[in-house]
């Protein structure tokens, strides 16, 4: 129990300042949890390992909840995994039972949260220890296998692959480290980007870029019309919160939270794939669903414990395996290599001290965020009311901020920021999916370096299918996913031509 | 017969070149995928081409020109003069802090949609305050490498 010493007044200050700033970023529509850890990095670079986690894991879980405000006030997600909360959230806001919905919300939020928590606690271990025994191959087959359920989960495949292709292109720009087993040389590149490019794009300027730059020039283009969206809706009128809401909702709860957990391992998948899907359960398989869609507590419940699981379930690849569920991790795992951590494997049992605190941290995270929210809501939904014209170039200052301290004063990764912000926007535009080449780019040189040793290692290609009854096993899950995303799109377009004819 | 089969895979990297190796795969997978979808979506391309260049060129589909170029072209300004001003004072985050206050001004009220005396103010405001507060704490307490 030598971690509990390192829980200072400040570490659980800073855990509630993270989980009050990430729930007013998550509660603005357009900002995302991912937003907000990329907004306050540089706060971070000033911290210890254990307070800057505090403030982190505060950030990453206030942003996922806060999405819940204007989903129920206004009927837009403030995040993408709460567009199922806007299902049952707005009709009850519309009877003035704004703030009921909220509570509820709040409440299965904290469970879905500290479900999660727990199953990280109890399975990142486990798949670690399983992952420590992988070689080059198998390490190779893992990120293999992370970019084919991330591609073959996109809306349209082919666009998925070829984004997580570009995205590990991406991350071989630059030189072959000698310190990975590499020659030292420097490659896709002309001779004169060699100055700026010696050690490739940094990682979180890119990502700060993507996320922070790109929403900001797509919301430039729309040209902030009907900026600010305030409220006309009453908080309370109707029916009060109570905790009887909750009375047979247990099975609903626990189900929420593990598909919720479950799909945030899963690389790339995204919040959404989570609420919707947990929402479709209850409503199939609840024995009343008739008011779901009409502003039903259980379509909230559903939605919200689905989101919030995603925390720990993200959290789980992440720590046992170095691969990050979702963007938002995305970026934590370049927070954490600035703090000296570096996730994967070995990571839990030669830090088991770091570990326990980041499962305090998550724990407590969700537990003040409950506070906060539960108690201050009221005054949380005032936040949507806030005008973005005055935020976005406050935004744009603190990702300069971000970028700019990272390698201790470098203007090119200033500059990174702009050449990815202008990216990202095209790349959404031309149909690039953003989360595969993300995750593309921070795995790409990973995998070069696995993928090159077992090849000079055992100089034959088909090493990577008879090492090991793992390596067999991995080939499974990557045929089995793509059977999978094959079949859903087939089905897809089954149901379409039946619609059609009749 | 097994290993002459076996010995179709058989690889070897040369040290010097194993730069270039995986790479060289990711660039022809990526050109063979490129390959793919152009012509998987031949028909669209052109049309999409168009439609994108007319948003550019004259505005349509609600697409506001001025407020997207004057973001990309305030943000290349704003990156350049924070350099330069940051070399007139070196190691004291001037350069970010004098640069960030009209940079942010310029931009909230690129953004705004009505430039009431009331909305002009508050925006004047913030855009001296923020930068200020973030330049007093970071650099100040924090000690943070700023321009």
């Known amino acids: 129990m030598e971690f509990l010493s390192y829980l200072s007044p400040m570490f659980f200050t800073l855990i509630a300042a993270g989980a009050l700033i990430g729930v007013i970023f998550g509660a603005i529509p357009g900002m995302t949890a991912t937003m907000a850890v990329a907004v306050c990095l540089p706060l971070t670079y000033a911290l210890d390992l254990t307070n800057g986690l505090a403030l982190l894991l505060g950030l990453y879980v206030g942003g996922i909840s806060g999405g819940m405000v204007p989903a129920v006030l206004l009927n837009i997600p403030g995040t993408p995994s709460s567009i199922t909360t806007t299902f049952d959230g707005y009709p009850m806001a519309k009877k003035g039972e704004g703030e009921r919905a909220l509570k509820i919300s709040i409440v299965a939020s904290l469970f879905g949260g500290l479900f999660s928590a727990g199953v990280l606690f109890y399975f990142a271990p486990v798949l670690a220890d399983f992952a420590i025994k992988f070689s080059y191959v198998e390490k190779f087959l893992i990120i293999f296998l992370a970019l084919t359920v991330i591609a073959s989960l996109t809306k349209n495949m082919l666009m998925g692959i070829f984004s997580g292709v570009l995205g590990v292109w991406l991350s071989l720009i630059g030189t072959y480290e000698i310190t990975d087993g590499g020659n030292g040389e420097t490659r896709l590149m002309f001779d004169f980007m060699e100055y700026y490019l010696v050690a490739g794009f940094s990682l979180l300027p890119v990502l700060i870029g993507i996320f922070g730059i790109t929403t900001i020039l797509q919301d430039a283009e729309k040209g902030f019309k009907g900026d600010a969206a305030s409220p006309t809706i009453k908080l309370t009128k109707g029916s009060r919160f109570s905790f009887s809401v909750f009375k047979g909702q247990l099975v609903n709860l626990v189900r929420s939270s593990s598909i919720g957990t479950f799909v945030g391992m899963l690389p790339g998948v995204g919040g959404s794939a989570a609420s919707v899907l947990a929402y479709t359960q209850e409503k199939n398989f609840s024995r009343d669903s008739s008011q779901m869609g009409n502003g039903a507590p259980q379509g909230l419940v559903a939605s919200e414990s689905s989101n919030n699981a995603l925390t720990g379930g993200a959290l789980v690849p992440l720590l046992s395996l170095g691969i990050p569920g979702d963007s938002t991790t995305a970026i934590l795992i370049g927070a954490f290599t600035l703090q000296g951590i570096q996730v994967g494997p070995l990571f839990i049992g030669d830090n088991l001290d770091t570990w326990y605190i980041m499962i305090a941290a998550l724990v407590i995270a969700n537990f003040l965020m409950f506070g906060i929210m539960f108690f201050a809501i009221k005054y949380i939904a005032k936040v949507i009311e806030v005008p973005k014209h005055l935020l976005y170039p406050i935004i744009v200052m603190m990702c300069v901020v971000g970028a700019y301290a990272i390698n201790y004063g470098i203007m090119f990764d200033v500059w990174t920021l702009l050449i990815f912000g202008v990216f990202g926007y095209i790349a959404t535009k031309v149909g690039l999916e953003l989360v595969p080449l993300i995750i593309g780019f921070i795995l790409g040189s990973s995998a070069e370096v696995y993928f090159v040793k077992s090849l000079e290692s055992y100089g034959n290609l088909t090493i990577f299918f008879t090492k090991s009854p793992i390596a067999v096993f991995l080939w499974c899950l990557i045929v089995l996913s793509l059977a999978f995303s094959i079949f859903l799109k087939v089905r897809a377009r089954k149901k379409e031509s039946f619609a059609s004819y009749s | ?147």
Do not use: C
Not at chain 2, 30 to 41: D, F, P, R, T, W
Not at chain 2, 65 to 74: N, Q, S, V, W
Not at chain 2, 112 to 134: G, M, Q
């Open chain 2, 1 to 147: 017969m097994e290993n002459q089969f076996l010995s179709l895979f058989e690889v070897s990297i040369a040290f010097e070149e194993s730069h270039l190796f995986f790479p060289r795969i990711v660039s022809w997978v990526l050109v063979g995928l490129l390959a793919i979808i152009l012509l998987s979506k031949s028909k669209k391309v052109a049309p999409a081409l168009r439609r994108a260049g007319q948003a550019v060129m004259h505005g349509s589909d609600g697409f506001d020109r001025k407020r997207f170029f004057g973001t990309i072209l305030l943000i290349v300004i704003y990156f350049y003069m924070m350099a330069v001003v940051g070399d007139v004072f070196p190691n004291t985050g001037y350069g970010f802090l004098f640069v960030s206050i009209p940079f942010i001004f310029l931009l909230a009220l690129l953004y705004v949609d009505e430039k009431t005396k009331k909305n002009v103010l508050v925006i004047a405001l913030t855009s001296v305050v923020a930068p200020a507060l973030a330049w007093y704490v970071l650099s100040e307490l924090f000690r943070i490498t700023l321009p």
